[in-house]
């Protein structure tokens, strides 16, 4: 048996995986059936989008293993391998720190896999509810201003929630899910600042309607969450989360989709791929979080 940890940028934490020597064949079928996002295109060692990096966590001797021609080959194009480390391999059979998922097969000892993860690929957005598409609510935006004002009340009643239910866990001895709700309220800051800076008018004070297209009159990004719950969990806290940026993507949708004014549009458009990341992300988590308790 070996345990092989996984981890990523585009991870939320660190995954072990226990694997018997050579029962799953490479690193990357591994991660491929436990949901791990490594990258991949051809998977025969030609195209190099598997790339990673394999620390060896045992004191003693590493198992040696024969580095293929053509493995050994592309990494010296990619200028992932030394001269060193190219003679221990054909020497002495020693692989190098650098591999190819889909090339490195699993051994009999406990390694620590990192990867940089897919940045390339174009965001792909959420399902969107009818509502979203067909928006015509409460909320007429007329000008720029107008949208960044709604987008600076989204943003900043978003961080506040996350703030005040990150405090809420902290206080009920709850850290996994605090440190949770604080980065993604330091996100909407972020938001926040963006949307600010955008905004030509000094007061960018929104007070919604009554008639508001948003549920009892709150921004979309609320939830419905209740924030003195000791037993929230980290699946839970992920799920609220992704309640609330679904929500504010579609209304930020919404308004791109719908306003005649192409400034608004454009700046709608940016507004839509930021928030489309976070839900794109939160999903990824919450299926890694499903798959680690089952």
Request: glycine content about 6%; hydrophobic content about 40%.
């Amino acid at each position: 048996m070996a345990n092989v940890t996984f981890s990523s940028p585009v991870m939320p934490r660190d995954i072990t995986v226990y694997a018997v020597a050579g029962d799953r064949g490479n690193l990357l079928a591994l991660a491929k059936s436990h949901h791990i996002p490594i990258p991949f295109d051809c998977q025969d060692g030609e195209c190099g989008s598997c790339l990673v990096d394999v620390e060896h966590l045992a004191n003693s001797v590493r198992c040696g293993i024969a580095l293929t021609e053509k493995e050994k080959e592309l990494l010296k194009q990619m200028g992932k391998i030394t001269k060193a480390e190219i003679m221990d391999a054909e020497v002495n059979d020693m692989p190098p720190r650098h591999r190819l998922a889909c090339q490195c097969f699993v051994r009999d000892e406990d390694i620590f896999v990192t990867f940089e993860g897919d940045l390339t690929l174009p965001v792909k957005g959420p399902a969107l509810s009818i509502a979203a598409a067909v928006y015509r609510g409460g909320v007429q935006v007329k000008t720029l201003d107008d949208f960044l004002g709604y987008a600076v009340q989204v943003e900043e009643d978003a961080a506040l929630h996350y703030e005040h239910l990150s405090a809420a866990m902290a206080d009920c001895g709850n850290a996994d899910v605090a440190a949770l709700f604080a980065d993604l309220g330091r996100y909407s800051r972020l938001h926040l600042e963006e949307a600010k800076a955008k905004c030509s008018r000094k007061d960018i004070t929104v007070r919604l309607p009554a008639g508001s297209a948003w549920p009892d009159n709150a921004t979309p990004e609320k939830t419905t969450l209740w924030a003195g719950d000791p037993a929230l969990s980290r699946l839970g806290a992920l799920k609220a989360a992704l309640q609330g940026e679904r929500r504010g993507y579609e209304f930020y949708y919404a308004v791109a989709g719908t306003t005649k004014d192409p400034e608004i549009r454009e700046v709608a458009r940016e507004f839509v791929r930021e928030e489309a990341e976070h839900v794109d992300t939160l999903k990824q988590w919450i299926a890694q979080e499903e798959h680690a308790l089952s």
